[in-house]
């Protein structure tokens, strides 16, 4: 049996798997084996894909408990429903988005009395104006421990629009396409680009409160 | 290009795919625009922050957890389905 090789890629490793779109893809292989009812082959799925699935639930949830519940519930879905998955779209973007939406029921959950979701509009007429045009010391991690740093960078993600910050974890933490997001958030493309560059912006402006070069030192 | 047709195409600048054209067009007002630049620099600084960091790691130990416990459904899920076998 082939299903003790262990195709690991690497973490960032969505967008550059195939890069031709009509390749057989590994995935194909293992899923048509758990259609014929190899379990090792959907812990083999599991094992490639978990962490990036709990990254991503982490980013949209910002709970590390419902993280890790999503992750289950997001296994399981995708065991119950393979098939139904159509092959011509990615494994990958197909599982992100049934963890996306995982997540978000999760959110709504939590915050009952407000509606979380995709569309979700946020009510800045004009476009993102940054404000903080200080440049940043080198290395600005480096001026915190790791704790803090942490802090700070969950802090300002966190002050994100779900919306934004979904976008913001799968397009440049998880390194999928512009297309790729937009097929796993059921969004357009010209969609994903404007909350891309928003979040960026917006977490730009947030972080550069902490790592903005102090006034009165010239950076070298 | 002004600063406000800058920054509508500031994501643009990050993407490979982007056409030479556009490229250099940004980079043309960034040579004389400092706020412009900055603003670049800090927000590839930021996207590379949240890139490089461990904060949203799963624990090996809960890693395997999970699985079991989601390997162990399935097997249960797929006895139902064939309760002949
Ligand atoms: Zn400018």
């Known amino acids: ?220 | 290009m002004n600063c406000t047709e800058f920054l509508a195409n500031l994501t643009d600048y990050f993407d490979t795919k982007t056409a030479a054209a556009l490229r250099s067009e940004l980079e043309r007002h960034m040579a004389g625009c400092s706020h412009c630049h900055v603003t670049l620099n800090t927000t590839r600084q930021t996207i590379e922050i949240y890139r490089n960091d461990e904060l949203y790691e799963l624990p090996e130990s809960i890693r395997t957890q999970l699985q079991q416990a989601v390997l162990a459904k399935c097997a249960a899920m797929k006895k139902k389905k064939e309760p002949c076998a």
């Open chain 1, 1 to 220: 049996m082939a299903s003790s090789k262990n195709v690991r890629p690497p973490r960032t490793m969505a967008t550059t798997l195939t890069p031709d779109e009509n390749a057989l893809h590994p995935d194909l292989l293992l899923i048509e084996k758990v259609k014929a009812g190899d379990l090792s082959a959907f812990e083999q799925l599991m094992r490639q894909y978990d962490r990036q699935i709990f990254r991503i639930a982490l980013h949209i949830t910002q709970n590390r408990e419902d993280a890790e519940d999503i992750v289950q519930d997001t296994f399981l879905k995708v065991f119950q429903k393979l098939d139904q998955f159509q092959g011509n779209s990615k494994f990958y973007t197909w599982l992100v988005r049934i963890a996306v939406n995982e997540s978000l029921m999760r959110l709504r959950k939590r915050r009952s009395q407000k509606t979380v979701s995709m569309d979700e509009e946020i009510q800045t007429e004009e476009g993102p104006i940054p404000r903080d045009f200080a440049d940043w010391m080198p290395n600005p991690e480096q001026n915190y421990n790791q704790s803090e740093l942490a802090d700070i960078l969950r802090r300002a993600i966190q002050g994100l629009p779900p919306g934004f910050r979904t976008v913001f974890a799968l397009r440049d933490i998880d390194g999928l396409s512009t297309e790729e997001t937009a097929q796993a958030l059921g969004l357009s493309v010209p969609a994903v680009k404007s909350r891309l560059l928003r979040a960026r912006l917006q977490l730009r402006e947030r972080l550069s409160r902490y790592f903005r070069v102090p006034t009165g030192v010239q950076p070298q």
